[in-house]
């Protein structure tokens, strides 16, 4: 019997550090730091997520051929030296910080990773050989390999890796081949990164906040046109081929500890930087967040285009943090450019371990891809899974009543009965999604017919803005009845129209109220999953990957009429998202959720003991 290649991929020390392992090719496990340590966005090296991923697959890290790290320090090096040295004397306080950190640490890097393997390993084995893959290839392999694409385009877009900022290619087989780059400090990734500062969000995590934000600006207003010229006009200098320049003189991120300069973007767009965690918005942020989604999405289809003229393919793969930008992804799709589009789950840096990985194994050790119906990510589900005897063992812990519901057409016909009562629901089944993406099995439901959810869910189960969208989980099957979405969207990555058939009309001067006024005001017969454009963030359920959601979505369907749960990921404001039942359970507690669902044991919040600490994670997650 051959004897299997194990390959490791681990991203780490800059944010969502991440581990990833395969064997013989085929992905075993993947999983991001931040669940284990419950540090949002956890840039250390994953010890805790590589010793899972090593024990999914049952062996030690003896038994690991290589390990590949998803990005070159020295490359990233000379970046940060050559940058100083453009834009000298600025950045002399930043460039006094970086230093000590490089030179003591990240230089070294081989043998800050073997220091931190060896603590995997007994002290009488030999450590793996150690391989180091470019930033955006990583993203590029992540994107490619696992898609089911023979042939693609490759389109790799984020803030920045070593030197590059984008990428385009195309994959055939088990090669990828880069056409065209875009290198720091020009970078789309990095532009919208900074309007999520001004707009009052945190870099590298409300990015998406901004992307939900940009529906309530107002698209027929003055003020909303004049934002978009002026970044067009003074921040952007935008080519037919989606290539481009920033002005450098508007921003501080290639010198500085801030993204912008403070006093030239208040001249230009007349706003001061919006103040952060302030619940009210005020329209001016609204507007600008349109009018940089607005650019984003423009630079995203001109790049696009250029990816399928370079590569003759009208398949295309996407990753890197911009790819998580689902509403350009949406548009992309319905642009109609290219016929299939597969977007990686894990779009971000976590995704880098995996691509890490699946570069060497097709590129290094030069290993053929095999041919693939669907893609090879098994519906996200790749991180670690918890039974009945866990479940039971944290139950006893903390003293907690449940109720155990062995038989499956009882279990989703009681919760779908309870959504449809009104309750919110923690969702905990089977293995951990990978990505910011929770997908089913760690997910907080509710109704979507409720009005009064998505109000419920921000402010007395999530703890965050108001205005903030949920995304609806359908039945793959009854995905077009509801959304204009023609293709599936199993990894919530896409933004599609909800059907004209269950729109309601707004009224005169909709566009003018305040925030609140829209937020509220029922625009479908899916109210609380409608964001304020008729759009919505949608999850279509395979019954392949994932039987047990599929039979509850179902359960609603038949029972209740509608085959649409309002899916959010589990955890509060901050708090990653759960990993362990004991997790969920003071996740649980902490909230005003009334029912979680452990596997099959089922815990009514009215029955369970006083909880303390249920106000702690204010202090204890910081702003996300």
Avoid at 145 to 167: H, Q, R
Avoid at 346 to 364: E, F, K, N, R, T
Wanted: charged letters at 25%; a neutral charge.
């Amino acid at each position: 019997m051959k004897t299997p290649l194990y390959i490791l991929g681990i991203s780490a020390y800059y944010h969502d550090s991440a581990a990833a392992l395969l064997r013989d090719g085929e992905i075993v496990a993947a999983a991001q730091e931040e669940r284990f340590t419950r540090k949002k966005h956890d840039p250390d090296f994953p010890a805790q997520a590589a010793r899972y991923v090593l024990e999914e697959a049952a062996i030690g890290l003896d038994r690991v051929a290589g390990v590949v790290f998803y990005d070159k320090p020295f490359l990233k090096f000379e970046r940060l030296l050559e940058t100083y040295h453009a834009f000298a004397p600025r950045g002399l306080k930043s460039f006094l910080t970086s230093m000590p950190v490089w030179v003591k640490e990240k230089l070294f890097m081989r043998s800050l990773l073997e220091k931190n393997l060896k603590n995997l390993l007994p002290e009488s084995n030999k450590l793996p050989a150690v391989y180091f893959s470019e930033h955006h290839l990583s993203h590029m392999a992540s994107a490619f390999y696992p898609s089911p694409f023979e042939k693609a385009a490759i389109l790799t877009v984020d803030g920045v890796g070593e030197w590059a900022t984008t990428s385009i290619a195309r994959g055939d087989g088990p090669s990828i081949m880069v056409f065209k780059e875009i290198h720091f400090p020009h970078s789309l990734g990095l532009l919208y990164s900074a309007f999520t500062a001004y707009c009052g969000f945190k870099v590298n995590s409300g990015e998406y906040k901004l992307m939900g934000l940009a529906p309530y600006g107002n698209p027929r207003a003055r003020q909303t046109a004049e934002f978009e010229e002026k970044i067009r006009g003074e921040l952007i200098d935008i080519r037919e081929d989606g290539s481009f320049l920033l002005n450098m003189a508007y921003f501080s991120y290639a010198t500085g500890l801030r993204m912008y300069e403070e006093n030239r973007w208040k001249a230009l767009f007349g706003a001061e930087p919006r103040t952060a965690e302030r619940e009210d918005v005020p329209q001016t942020y609204m507007n600008m967040a349109l009018a940089i989604q607005r650019v984003t999405e423009d630079v995203v289809m001109r790049m696009a285009r250029t990816a399928c003229e370079n590569a003759h393919s009208d398949n295309l793969c996407l990753a890197g943090g911009v790819a998580l930008n689902c509403v350009a992804n949406g548009k992309l799709l319905r642009s109609g450019m290219f016929k299939n589009i597969w977007i990686q789950p894990a779009s971000g840096d976590a995704g880098g371990a995996l691509g890490a990985a699946l570069a060497y194994w097709h590129i290094g050790l030069g290993m053929e891809r095999a041919p693939q119906k669907d893609d090879s990510m098994r519906g996200a589900y790749l991180g670690p899974e918890f039974g009945r005897d866990d479940i039971l063992r944290t139950c006893k812990r903390f003293h907690a009543p449940y109720r155990s519901m062995p038989e499956e057409k009882i279990l989703v016909e009681t919760v779908a009965d309870l959504l449809a009562e009104g309750h919110v629901i923690g969702w905990f089944q089977g293995r951990m999604e990978y990505g910011p993406r929770a997908l089913g099995n760690r997910s907080i439901l509710g109704d979507p017919r409720n009005p009064e959810m998505q109000k419920c869910l921000n402010l007395k189960i999530k703890y965050r803005e108001g205005f903030r969208p949920f995304a609806p989980s359908v039945l793959e099957e009854d995905a077009e009845k509801y959304f204009d979405i023609p293709v599936n969207s199993s990894y919530m990555l896409l933004v599609a129209p909800v059907a004209e058939k269950l729109r309601k009309a707004v009224p005169n001067g909709y566009e003018e109220l305040p925030l609140w006024e829209r937020l509220y005001f029922q625009r479908s017969e899916l109210p609380s999953v409608t964001h304020i454009d008729y759009s919505a963030r949608v999850q279509t359920v395979s019954r392949r990957t994932n039987p047990r959601y599929w039979a509850l979505l179902s359960a609603f369907k038949e029972r209740h009429g509608c085959p649409v749960l309002i899916n959010t990921s589990f955890n509060v404001r901050g708090e990653p998202i759960v990993c362990t039942p004991a997790d969920a359970y003071v996740c649980f507690m902490r909230t005003e959720m009334t029912y979680l669902l452990l596997g099959d044991v089922l815990l009514a919040k009215s029955e369970q003991p006083p909880f303390n600490g249920g106000d702690c994670w204010r202090t204890e997650y910081a702003l996300d």
